[in-house]
Antibody, heavy 121, light 110 residues
Framework: EVQLVESGGGLVQPGGSLRLSCAAS????????MSWVRQAPGKGLEWVAN????????YYVDSVKGRFTISRDNAKNSLYLQMNSLRAEDTAVYYC??????????????WGQGTLVTVSS | AIRMTQSPSSLSASTGDRVTITCRAS??????LAWYQQKPGKAPKLLIY???TLQSGVPSRFSGSGSGTDFTLTISCLQSEDFATYYC????????????FGGGTKVEIK
């Protein structure tokens, strides 16, 4: 059974940092693009970042470029999101998502349960 | 970035109804479009990709159509478990261009 389990969310002050983790199981993690997608309270979905199978390519939405870093450890079947210089507008549930092979990794066939990040003083 | 506009933003329908949701892209995206269903407090679920390909395990009452800039998601016979919010997502020029989602359509019980 495919499982994605996020952790690391919480309350952080503006300007602070947080590192999210996503533990993957039930599939060959190193064969898939992986992404982070977020959802602000009561709002829609926003793609944040993605990373190629071997970590050689990484892409970000403009609003987080230079502040967030996506990474992965295929030996540990884990995905990460390092978030620095956090702002109130980064408040959201952050989902870890697997890129579907049938669509070339560009749609998400499995999602984690999400972890809430709240940026507030 | 390509903007995705969904309409309506919400609708009320009854069990057994046929429901259609539309999604319009700000530029042509060929058939690089997916649809998701999200229930409150839950992660999204992939329903359709490549505009009309049903994801494995998704009931056949769901269907998608369209190409270029205009797309539709149709639920042929609404069931109680289908009351949820639906999002479209484009993946044209992925991964070098940002993936973007529509604003969502909430399907409520009439």
């Amino acid at each position: 059974e495919v499982q994605l389990v996020e952790s690391g969310g919480g309350l952080v002050q503006p300007g602070g940092s947080l590192r999210l983790s996503c533990a993957a199981s039930g599939f060959t993690f190193s064969s898939y693009w992986m992404s982070w997608v977020r959802q602000a309270p009561g709002k829609g979905l926003e793609w944040v970042a993605n990373i190629k199978q071997d970590g050689s390519e990484k892409y970000y939405v403009d609003s987080v470029k230079g502040r967030f870093t996506i990474s992965r450890d295929n030996a540990k079947n884990s995905l990460y999101l390092q978030m620095n210089s956090l702002r109130a507008e980064d408040t959201a549930v952050y989902y870890c998502a697997r890129g579907d092979l049938g669509s070339g990794g560009s749609c998400y066939d499995y999602w984690g349960q999400g972890t809430l990040v709240t940026v507030s003083s | 970035a390509i903007r995705m506009t969904q309409s309506p933003s919400s609708l009320s329908a009854s069990t057994g109804d046929r429901v259609t949701i539309t999604c319009r892209a700000s530029q042509g995206i060929s058939s690089y479009l997916a649809w998701y269903q999200q229930k409150p407090g839950k992660a999204p679920k992939l329903l359709i990709y490549a505009a009309s390909t049903l994801q494995s395990g998704v009931p056949s009452r769901f269907s998608g159509s369209g190409s270029g800039t205009d797309f539709t998601l149709t639920i042929s016979c609404l069931q109680s478990e289908d009351f949820a919010t639906y999002y479209c997502q484009q993946y044209y020029s992925y991964p070098r261009e940002p993936l973007t989602f529509g604003g969502g359509t909430k399907v409520e019980i009439k």
